[in-house]
């Protein structure tokens, strides 16, 4: 699958390579603020039930308009409200954009916060904010290194690690936009599920057992691998060893491809037909509806990367066209079968992408970056159904009541997974960072 590109020209890929280890020195004052932080947050308790809460994030990359899906102004000028008209959802006195009718229909199952939003308009670091809850880190000088943040599915992993054979992270169809584990290390990266799930002969590479090789004949070069694992290493007092590494890797595509209860959830084939219908015959439908049985099984964190929503140009015919489709009829069937099977109450379902769009129409009948609005649907894990959390202006320039950071949505989104937010981590230079730098709870996700 090709990697959409966004109009600078890049992918994520590029941004996960532009550093990962912090090099940054810490003061003493810095240091003890930061322990005397970790001392006062100290009692975070979660509940049982959040220690088993899954996560699906349906990444839009580029930045989907809030104009056109949640969020629309139809007493705006043309030029702020666009070609579409406003339709009535599930809740009284409630209006979406057109071009999501489904799920229109389904709102009860979900919260739309039309409030958060941030100050950069790059496609990198409104990548990195919105999928860490840190603000990109800029470097002090030409030779300095700089700290990137540990993505939410990386730090998941990190708390719940691989449980039944299966990483507690996976990305679909690849990993390049899903923010990487940076300093928690490689072991904390995503398993990468590449290929077509729409396509008839679909299986995840690399974790399907070869034929020619038995079970027996495998765990008996699992065993010989063992055995000479035992063997002293000269460098195996490295933090960074990649041997070391490598072996964390072996041990869990072995466990992947030994466990039944993985091979099953991936064999998407298995899947009722209506139900595959359902999500809809295409691509993007069909890894959502693998999401669904990935975290059925126990997988942590699910993100889907959906790249192509960077409409500088004919947005509107863009938002007539198949993507927008696409997205409402996966993502309601989603949320509707996760309800169905009561899975809703411990997934946790999030979509968005690094920003909103300009208020005003381009000259090219495209919309341009703008992070100080946008529109963010959560669903499950106990969020309500049915809820606007804040709001923006008149002409949706810039979001006015009950405003919140990236860095609150990180917080709300650890807390609702049993997570800590308010830890303290180090990177492997040994310097404290924060989890998250003073989140406060987005608390109408929490009534």
Sequence with gaps: MS???????????????????????????????????AETTSTFKPSASAKNVNCIMIWLDGGPS?????????????????????IPTAVPGVHFSEPVPELAKCFDKFTVVRSICHKDPNHGGGNHYMMTGAPTPVPVNCGASVTFHPSFGAMVSRERGVRSGLPAFMASPDNTRSGGPNFLGGQHAAFAIGGYPNSPNFEVSDVVLPKEIAEGRAQG??????????????????????????????QQGFDLVSSPRAQAAFDIHREDAKVRDRYGRNDMGQRMLLARRLVEVGVSWVTINWGGWDDHRELFKAYKGDKMKNLDQGVSALLADLHDRGLLANTLVLVLGEFGRTPKVNKDGGRDHWPHAMSVLMAGAGIP??????????QGYHASENIYRPEDFAASIYTKMGI?????????????????NEGRLIRELFV
Excluded: W
């Excluded at 990649?242 to 964390?248: G, I, K, S």
């Excluded at 159904?385 to 008149?394: E, K, L, P, R, Y």
């Design 66 to 86: 809030h104009y056109e899906t949640f969020d629309p102004k139809p007493d705006a000028p043309a030029e702020i409200r666009g070609s579409f008209k406003t």
């Design 420 to 436: 800590d937010p308010h830890q303290t981590l180090q990177t492997t230079t040994g310097r404290p960072v924060a989890l998250v």
């Design 3 to 37: 990697l959409h590109r966004n109009c600078a020209g890049h992918t994520r890929r590029d941004f996960i390579q532009l550093g990962l280890h912090g090099a940054l020195g810490v003061g003493l004052c810095d240091l003890l603020r930061m322990r005397a932080h």
């Design 385 to 394: 159904g049915g809820q606007i959390v804040g709001a923006t202006d008149a």
């Design 221 to 250: 070069r699992r065993d010989l691998r063992t055995a000479l694992d035992r063997m002293q290493r000269f460098n195996d007092k490295l933090v960074e060893d990649p041997a070391v590494v490598f072996d964390e890797f072996y």
